[in-house]
């Protein structure tokens, strides 16, 4: 094993940089609004090809797919970089960044979603996102018995994006099994193959799942390998990758909408991964003067500081919001699309101007409720 570099400025840039657009593309990808909301690499839209739907689908179930794995490298990448300080006080300092700030913002969909339900308009937007259905005869967090409360803020969020968050913490408590198992000699093979055909699977529990693990696992490797993220090898090039990436997103998108054929969830699957692999690379690499241009804006340096911010609040405010969007206006033509695209803007600004708020007025909460980021 070589010995482990530091990261330089650009790729602390980098690593911000794409932080942040990973934490602002999440927000448009759970705006999704087709009839078949729940996304996963297989889902069939179930519903007519159309410009709306096309979109929709392309952009929230295939070129925005890569932020996910790119937040578990990054993730893996720098806490690796950290093996000079004790693991307890790394473990310790993680109770403080990941397991407090989602239990209180667990706690915070929760208390939202309760209040919401006192009214009436806010019961039926409840019911029809049916994300607090139980059974087949309740449908509301007011019919809960308090130990699925309990479940609920623990395991199941009403904040559904924090599962980041939570396998996150385990994997970073299970650092040094992975570690060891990524730089040892024979080891690595086992593990990777293992955690590929999981990723592949698309195996998830509550505490580890199949991407993650993968993902958080080839960080650690990457960053105590020295692996070069600086270059493309020969197999990296992005330009080559681009190609592969607009195209297969693409037909995959069209194979969704073909009538069904025995097989096609498999299709879909492989052509989803292979698409997020080429997102990777083709961001990472491809995007260099992107950041440049961003990263050397103040005003965009700045925003980024509130990355985490975006992430906590905009879910399930954008379910909610889309809800109670879609009962007065889905009269209009296009009424979805617009949706798509403004109704995540609207949240990203007010999640940064929210953040901005408190941050200056109520700096201490700040610091608890976002782990201490953005200070």
């Not at 739907?53 to 295939?62: R, S, V």
């Not at 969909?109 to 005869?137: C, H, P, S, W």
């Not at 408590?173 to 570690?179: D, E, H």
């Not at 033509?333 to 109520?362: E, Q």
């Amino acid at each position: 094993m070589s010995i482990d570099r530091m990261l330089s400025a650009f790729n602390s840039q980098k690593f911000r940089f794409w932080a942040f657009v990973s934490m602002v593309l999440l927000v448009f990808v759970h705006g999704y609004n087709l009839d078949l909301n729940y996304l996963q690499p297989w889902t069939l839209p179930g519903e007519p090809l159309s410009f709306t739907t096309f979109t929709e689908y392309w952009l929230a179930n295939g070129l925005f797919r890569f932020r996910i794995p790119m937040l578990f490298i990054i993730s893996g990448y720098l806490f690796a970089m950290g093996d000079s300080k004790p693991y307890k006080e790394r473990t310790g300092k993680r109770v403080k960044t990941l397991l407090y700030p989602y239990l209180i913002w667990s706690a915070i969909a929760l208390i939202l979603t309760y209040v919401l339900e006192f009214f009436y308009f806010g019961k039926n937007i409840i019911i029809a996102t049916r994300m607090m259905q139980i059974d087949n005869t309740r449908t509301l967090l007011h019919q809960y018995h308090w130990y699925e409360v309990l479940a609920r803020w623990i395991f199941f969020p009403a904040s559904y994006q924090l599962w980041f968050i939570r396998v996150l913490f385990f994997y970073n408590l299970a650092y040094p099994a992975l570690r060891w198992c990524v730089t040892h000699r024979i080891a690595k093979w086992i593990f990777f193959s293992f955690a590929v055909l999981a990723w592949l699977a698309t195996v998830g529990i509550v505490f580890v799942e199949g991407e993650g693990l993968l993902f958080f696992s080839l960080g650690i490797w990457m960053q105590k390998t020295n692996f070069d993220i600086d270059k493309p090898g020969k197999w990296l090039q992005p330009v080559y990758w681009f190609i592969v990436f607009v195209a297969l997103s693409v037909v995959k998108t069209l194979l969704a909408f073909l009538p069904h054929f025995n097989g096609i969830e498999h299709i879909l699957l492989l052509c989803h991964k292979i698409v997020v692999i080429s997102g990777l690379i083709v961001a990472w690499y491809g995007g260099n003067a992107m950041v440049k241009y961003c990263m050397g804006k103040a005003w965009f340096v700045q925003l980024t500081a509130f990355s985490f911010m975006i992430y906590v609040l905009h879910a399930p405010l954008v379910l909610y919001a889309t809800k109670a969007i879609f009962l007065y206006i889905d009269h209009y033509p296009g009424y979805r699309l617009v949706t798509f695209i403004v109704l995540p803007l609207c949240i990203i600004i007010f999640s940064i101007g929210f953040g901005y708020l408190l941050r200056r007025y109520l700096p201490a909460i700040y610091s608890i409720v976002t782990g201490g980021r953005g200070l």
